[in-house]
């Protein structure tokens, strides 16, 4: 599934709102308004819920043919789900997120999802 999200003249203070069954990120800060040195925000879910400890990687863009990531920083959701980070410089992102859903989901229920975000920080 790709998502993109478009504003035109202006862009609403309203947040975008996932309604996407499982696993989501959500948006707490729209991702047409990120800025440099502001704090961005996001919440993994699942089934509707937060999911802490989940794993993150913000990596900055790479101009060479190199193989190796450029990892901007490493980040962990908190109790709720939130990923908080401020980006110090502006360019092009990816944020990375893979997530096992825990054991407790029964034989084929069980998933996998891995999931990547491309986003602009403007000044």
Known sequence: MIETFISRRTVSDVSVKHVHEGFDVRFISHPNTLK????????????????????????????????????????????????????????????TVDYQQPFTAKGDQLKRYKYTLAFNVVE
């Open 36 to 95: 440099v040195n502001q704090p961005i925000q996001l919440q993994v879910v699942d089934s509707a819920q937060g999911v802490k400890d989940v794993k993150a990687s913000v990596l900055a863009q790479s101009y060479a043919f190199e193989r190796t990531d450029r990892v901007y920083q490493t980040l962990q959701s908190d109790d709720k789900g939130h990923l908080n980070f401020v980006i110090k410089d502006q360019g092009q992102y990816l944020l």
